[in-house]
């Protein structure tokens, strides 16, 4: 059964320093999501990215995020200088109708020291 | 403003039943949706039902929707082992966004 894969499982970063998350979607998926979930917190919405554009995003993607889909297979979220509150599991998610039916990757657990 | 509430914690024994429920405060959603975390894992989209719809029936899984509570519930008939895992309760409406309950860790015992 296809499924959706992210790469590192967990990464530790410097605060300040720049991470880059990769995901790779359900291969006729159109439609791409990253999520979080802070230790203890709720998950929360991020971005949906489709026709490399951003759809929607919500208050927490500031401009210290950005999101890439740099080749057919891959769909990234870059943190340009991260925080120590941007600690947390990150889940990309794919579907093939636009905000139905989203299948999550298993997540990369971020920490920022 | 959207909110999605869940109990924390649900203990049942093996082969019994279990009821997850799950109240939201946005009645204009339009899909409910109910996924499952096992340890390690990302989150498995288990059914959804349609705002327009009472009762979802998929094999063991029974989903409830009382719009008018706004109360979802998810049923586990036959509850196995396997079934242990954090189950979380999703709403969407016309948007690209899932907002999600706080999850309900669901515990068999023999």
């Known amino acids: 059964e296809p499924e959706v894969t992210q790469t590192p499982s967990h990464q530790v970063t410097q605060m300040g320093q720049e991470v880059i998350l990769r995901c790779v979607p359900i291969?006729?998926?159109?439609?791409f999501y990253w999520y979080r979930q802070i230790l203890g917190q709720k998950v929360e919405f991020l971005v949906s990215?489709?026709?490399?554009?951003?759809?929607?995003k919500s208050e927490i993607f500031d401009d210290q995020f950005s999101v890439e889909r740099p080749d057919g297979s891959n769909f990234t979220l870059k943190i340009r200088s991260t925080k120590l509150e941007d600690s947390a599991m990150y889940f990309c998610?794919?579907?093939?109708?636009?905000?139905?039916?989203?299948?999550f990757g298993p997540g990369t657990r971020l920490t920022v020291t | 403003g959207e909110d999605v509430e869940q109990s924390l914690f649900l203990s049942v024994r093996e082969g019994d039943s279990s009821v997850i429920n799950c109240t939201y405060t946005?009645?204009?959603?339009?899909?409910l949706y109910w996924y499952k975390q096992e340890p390690g894992a990302g989150l498995q989209l288990l059914t959804y039902i349609f705002s327009n719809m009472d009762m979802k029936q998929d094999q063991r899984l029974t989903v409830l929707l009382n719009k008018k509570d706004k109360h979802l519930s998810l049923r586990i008939a036959d509850t196995q082992t396997g079934d242990s895992a954090i189950y979380f309760c999703a709403e969407r409406y016309n948007t690209d966004k899932l907002i999600f309950g706080t999850g309900t860790r669901l515990q068999v015992f023999p």
């Open positions: 990215f489709y026709n490399n554009e951003i759809s929607e």
């Open positions: 946005d009645s204009s959603s339009t899909y």
């Open positions: 998610a794919s579907s093939d109708r636009q905000g139905h039916e989203q299948y």
């Open positions: 291969s006729n998926h159109l439609y």
